[in-house]
T-cell receptor, first 112, second 115 residues
């Protein structure tokens, strides 16, 4: 199962773009990249996911490299409410059912 | 649509007791997964249920069990509680029966404290 590597922490100024990197060099061809975030003591919140192409929704953009070995989550205009732990996950489990392997994530601090 | 709901939100038990936690998935979702979150181990997968059948299981002892009902609601049970079972227990639901790209949506969790 593919594993992910993320920096343990990052800072970002409010209003600026937050770019959170993730390395997943052993990803398989049919595995998706998911991003979740967790604000302290709350349940994880789904942000976005993708397979090969870049994706964008109302929360963020996901940029996946052509070789799929890494990706970047972009929060275009970070706010204080975006302070959270961000998890990059590659879906594990191939046949029936699956689990999300959360890892340690990146703790993003958005400062005024 | 209402989100995933979990009850109770907070629970205090003593060692040796058992506990049952409940999860109601998003309407129409048939898959329910359970996770345990502790400061030391992070978020760890417990098990997943689909159509009342356990479809996937994490690496937890047999004291941890679960079930799913015909309406997709799920319960998890922990017997003979240990201090180390103190954690945030999270439930997540998804719509797709299997395959690619299904998204899990999480509830707020049940915080269990074992004394």
């Amino acid at each position: 199962d593919a594993k992910t590597t993320q920096p343990p922490s990052m800072d970002c100024a409010e209003g600026r773009a937050a770019n959170l990197p993730c390395n997943h060099s052993t990803i398989s061809g049919n595995e998706y990249v998911y991003w979740y975030r967790q604000i302290h003591s709350q349940g994880p919140q789904y942000i976005i996911h993708g397979l090969k192409n870049n994706e964008t929704n109302e929360m963020a953009s996901l940029i996946i490299t052509e070789d799929r070995k890494s990706s970047t989550l972009i929060l275009p205009h970070a706010t204080l409410r975006d302070t959270a732990v961000y998890y990059c996950i590659v879906r594990v489990g191939r046949n029936s059912g699956y689990a999300l392997n959360f890892g340690k994530g990146t703790s993003l601090l958005v400062t005024p | 649509k209402a989100g995933v709901t979990q009850t109770p939100r907070y629970l205090i038990k003593t060692r040796g007791q058992q506990v049952t936690l409940s999860c109601s998935p998003i309407s129409g979702h048939r898959s329910v997964s359970w996770y345990q979150q502790t400061p030391g181990q992070g978020l760890q997968f417990l098990f997943e249920y689909f159509s009342e059948t356990q479809r996937n299981k994490g690496n937890f002892p047999g004291r941890f069990s679960g079930r799913q009902f015909s309406n997709s609601r799920s319960e998890m049970n922990v017997s003979t509680l240990e201090l180390g079972d103190s954690a945030l227990y999270l439930c997540a639901s998804s719509s797709a029966p299997r395959g690619r790209g299904e998204t899990q949506y999480f509830g707020p969790g049940t915080r269990l404290l074992v004394l």
